[in-house]
């Protein structure tokens, strides 16, 4: 018996891999996605992106949205950034480097007072603190910063009277000993492996100046101590680098003022935060009610602070940032170029 023969339509024929490979297109397919694996290319783009960032001035800092910026001030004089009537703690005055922008989406050509908001501190006992915010501004020139801090404070205590519970006003300021991008210092005086520079100002270490209603540092002393916090309740004096200060209380409108002044750098960073134009790192605070029985650490604090310093000197600081980048863009290409020489690599042709 004959078998019926099926009638199969002919099937296109298989291209073998190596004709594939052959059409132009795909050739061209596979050379884009070599092309986009190269470490070189991919330095490249990484480059770029950092310059990009430098451009815009992208400071990734902390998640929190409150800023304080550091407007540079060449022309002030160190005298005019410790005293309080100085133009420059005005909010009227002009900053040209000042990126911040109105209602109108319009440049301001301003730096505003950061409000920054307090709570009472509940970590450690003594718990409490009643000062609910403080008013901020900085500045610097080209050798010291400043700090102005304006708070309400229903009544001025420069003195301690301990059998009615009543204590010097005080205040302090907490930078990162040394920032280290993605680990933050413990707020409340740091950590061992993350320590903080604390400046405290207590109104008991200053003396009134009769007739002008303002105060003054003592000729003994300095109404500022500079701490390094290494832990939550501990404080060590390192008895150097004191910053300078001037305060006064406002019986009008019941508001101490103070500020803290600097140089940029010190001469120890193990004592002291170091601080460059152009940079950024944090800044707290804490203050304490002296009339309502505050001490230690019964005191208002506030969480960290973006404290944003604006570039010093444009023309020089451009230069050495690009010449830093480039050298930098350099090493890296030279390192992945060794790399891809020496290390082994089985897809890569051998050469007899």
Known sequence: MEMEQLSVAPQPAIAAPSEISSVPEVRQMRRGRRWLRSPVVLLG????????????DFQPVSSDTTKLTAAYEPTVADGDLL???????????????????????????RISTTVIPLSGQYILPQQGGSVLQVRARAAFNDKTMAVLVQWTDQSKNTGTVVNQSQ????IALEFPLVLVPGHQPFRCMGQSDAQVNIWQWKAEREAAVAGEGRIYTNAGGKAVKNYVGP??????????????STAAYDEATKTWSVIFSRPLKSGDEKSSTQFTPGQA????FAVWDGGAGE?????????WVDFIMQ??????????????????GLLMLIAVVVAWRILPNPKRNVRE
């Open 45 to 56: 783009l990484t480059f770029g992106l950092a310059l990009l960032m430098w451009s815009v």
């Open 83 to 109: 005293n309080l009537k100085s133009p420059i703690w005005s909010e009227s005055r002009e900053n040209k480097l000042s990126k911040e922008v109105g209602s109108d989406s319009k440049p301001t050509n």
């Open 167 to 170: 204590y010097s006003d005080a």
């Open 231 to 244: 832990a939550a309740g501990y404080l060590k004096d390192t008895a150097v680098y004191d910053p300078d």
């Open 281 to 284: 790192t944090l800044i707290a």
């Open 295 to 303: 001490r230690l650490s019964k005191k208002a604090v506030s969480t």
């Open 311 to 328: 570039p010093g000197e444009t023309n020089t600081q451009n230069l050495i940032n690009i010449a830093t980048m480039a050298g930098v």
